[in-house]
């Protein structure tokens, strides 16, 4: 029978369609709040929503192999069936880590955008090149686990497979790696934050929900190892197909809740409106020398600021980075609104970076700039 007819298909199957759909709605809450309320849509919006339409050709291909009998033990599977679901799950492993590493990049990418000093975003495109060219590895390498690819489902065909359990596991252990390293990228500039204690760890938080993508692919290499040492895979198989499932919804659903605090803000204001108050972190200063046009010496003073402000709630008075004194104080005087940013509700995580340069005959000169997780 090929009508779902296992309950362990079924069971394997519910649990794919219930993280699919949270991560859906998720994206869709983000994506809302970025287009039509913040109207700053980005380039790892983009990819999110790359990530999300593999998922769902990910799930379309659970339905394929639940349809052929996932879950039922394979002398009770006639042989069309079996390699029909041996089909379907050759070709959701390598859409399962695309997804994956569509949400790396979003999730980088994001980094990328708010974290604008030069050595945040040289550290971030160094990061993206690896993703890149390892993702396209590992996708390639699961499209041609074996040559020919019938021999993926029929073993008795002449040909070249690579070891799929050195495959699956390094892949894994990469994906454990990069997550960890994602998950601490931002910490440092973020410890370094002057702001309340609690609004501190409220932020770093946020940050820190990819923490639960890795424990998800920690959870799924058991399941791996099941699968890889198996005599009866199309029984074995649903574990390591329903935890690819939520390791890929899960990624991106923890990528997508930072970007949408400004919903959350007009949604729940009581627990998610931080009022506005501005902060400045810790700053560093470097001096160099430098020779003036007239011949001059003088000595040139280095800033870099990562500051976090609250994003001013509609009808409410709040201060942004404008307000902010050179010492971090804030000014005591009225402004106009002067922009759509002054009326966002959200958290804005900015980077400050100041140069001034003391000339004796040229006086001073500041530069500054600035971007904002919304």
């Known amino acids: 029978m090929t009508t779902l007819s296992t309950s362990r298909g079924q069971g394997a199957l519910a649990v794919s369609a219930v993280f699919t759909s949270l991560a859906t709605f998720v994206v869709l809450v983000r994506i809302y709040t970025r287009a039509f309320m913040v109207k700053q849509m980005g380039a790892d919006d983009y990819a999110i929503m790359a990530s999300l339409v593999f998922s769902w050709v990910f799930f379309g291909l659970f339905v394929g192999e639940v349809y052929h009998d996932m879950g039922q033990h394979f002398k009770l599977i006639p042989n069309a069936v079996y390699v029909a679901q041996m089909t379907y799950f050759w070709a959701s492993v390598p859409i399962y880590q695309t997804s994956l590493f569509s949400t790396k990049i979003s999730m980088l990418l994001q980094y990328r955008r708010v974290f604008s000093t030069p050595r945040m975003r040289l550290a971030c495109a160094i990061f993206l090149g690896f993703i890149v060219v390892y993702g396209t ?195 005591s005087f009225e402004k106009e609104q002067k922009s759509k940013e002054e009326t966002f509700a959200g958290i804005k995580v900015t980077t400050l970076m100041t140069q001034e340069s003391k000339v004796t005959a040229l006086g001073s000169h500041k530069t500054e700039s600035a971007s904002e997780l919304v």
């Open 137 to 331: 590895w590992s996708v390639v390498s699961a499209w041609a686990n074996c040559v020919p690819l019938a021999k993926f489902w029929d073993p008795t065909v002449p040909g070249f497979c690579f070891d799929k359990k050195a495959l699956w596991f390094s892949n894994s252990a990469i994906h454990i790696l990069t997550d960890l390293l994602i998950l601490i990228f931002p910490m440092p500039v973020l410890s370094s934050l002057q702001l309340p204690r609690k609004q501190k760890l409220a932020l770093i938080g946020v940050f820190a929900l990819g923490g639960f993508v890795v424990i998800t692919t920690i959870l799924r290499l058991h399941s791996l190892l099941v699968i890889s040492n198996s005599d009866d895979p199309t029984y074995d198989n649903i574990g390591a197909a329903s935890w690819s499932a939520v390791e890929c919804n899960v990624a991106i659903i923890c990528a997508s809740l930072p970007s949408t605090r400004a919903f959350l803000s007009q949604l729940l204001p009581h627990i998610f409106s931080t009022g506005s108050n501005g902060y400045r972190s810790k700053t560093r200063p470097s001096h160099t020398g430098r020779s003036a046009l007239t011949g001059n010496t003088g000595n040139g003073n280095t800033q870099v600021m990562a500051s976090v402000i609250g994003g001013r709630d509609p009808g409410r008075d709040g201060y942004d980075l404008d307000d902010l004194s050179p010492d971090g104080s804030i000014h």
